[in-house]
């Protein structure tokens, strides 16, 4: 099983600033990464498939980058509606998908 | 529009079966590989299953095998999911996805909870 490790586990970050939540995978997943924005109550909202490219509806302020296994989102300009909890996820394998941990980010 | 509605969730006791469905509209459901992931209270998500169009390929995670079984419908449009021997920690909310990649589409979640 690959196992991803996001952290921080938490950012505190005020609105205009810019958030940066990196995930880290076991062994190589390629460019087979997703990020995901979980609001409370709420199914989680793809942004991110293929480690950079952006769903459909997402705002460009929403970023990816990375391959391999070192990946990263970037949100710029943060607005107080980006408070979340942000997964990756990996999907290399059909039979074996995987989620990081999560990082909750708090816009002060 | 695609929509995913989940159904089936309830309180069942430690050892009992439930049958999660999701029935799904605005798209053909057997063009799609569709998929089950759950989060239990306060974690984080979790893949559970997934199946491919035809339901010829099915995969699970390891903590289910044996136990719950991913299955499909795609005249009734509906995906489903067989959880039996269900144990405390299967307490979780239960989405269908669609696709088995990158989840662009997901059912708003039925709430499974395992307690006695």
């Known amino acids: 099983e690959i196992v991803l490790t996001q952290s921080p586990g938490t950012l505190s970050l005020s609105a205009g600033e810019r958030a940066t939540v990196s995930c880290r995978a076991s062994?190589?997943?390629?460019?087979?990464l997703a990020w995901y924005q979980q609001k409370p109550g709420q199914a989680p909202r793809l942004l991110i498939y293929?480690?950079?490219g952006r769903a459909t509806g997402i705002p460009d302020r929403f970023s990816g980058s990375g391959s391999g296994t070192d990946f990263t989102l970037t949100i710029s300009r943060l607005e107080p509606e980006d408070s979340a909890v942000y997964f990756c996820?990996?999907?290399?394998?059909?039979?074996?998908?995987?989620f990081g941990r999560g990082t909750r980010l708090e816009i002060e | 529009e695609v929509h995913l509605v989940e159904s089936g969730g309830g309180l069942v006791q430690p050892g009992g079966s439930l049958r999660l469905s999701c029935a799904a509209s605005?798209?053909?459901?057997?063009?799609?590989?569709m998929s089950w992931v759950r989060q239990a209270p306060g974690k984080g998500l979790e893949w559970v299953a997934n199946?491919?169009?035809?339901?010829?390929?099915?995969y699970h995670v390891d903590s289910v095998k044996g136990r719950f079984i991913i299955s499909r419908d795609n005249s009734k449009s509906s995906l489903h999911l067989q959880m039996n021997s269900l144990r405390v920690e299967d307490t979780a909310v239960y989405y269908c996805?669609?696709?088995?990649?990158?989840?662009?589409?997901w059912g708003q979640g039925t709430l499974v909870t395992v307690s006695s």
């Open positions: 996805a669609r696709g088995w990649g990158w989840l662009q589409f």
């Open positions: 605005g798209f053909t459901l057997g063009y799609s590989w």
């Open positions: 199946i491919n169009e035809d339901g010829s390929e099915k």
């Open positions: 062994q190589s997943v390629n460019r087979d």
């Open positions: 293929g480690a950079f």
């Open positions: 996820q990996q999907y290399v394998s059909s039979s074996s998908i995987t």
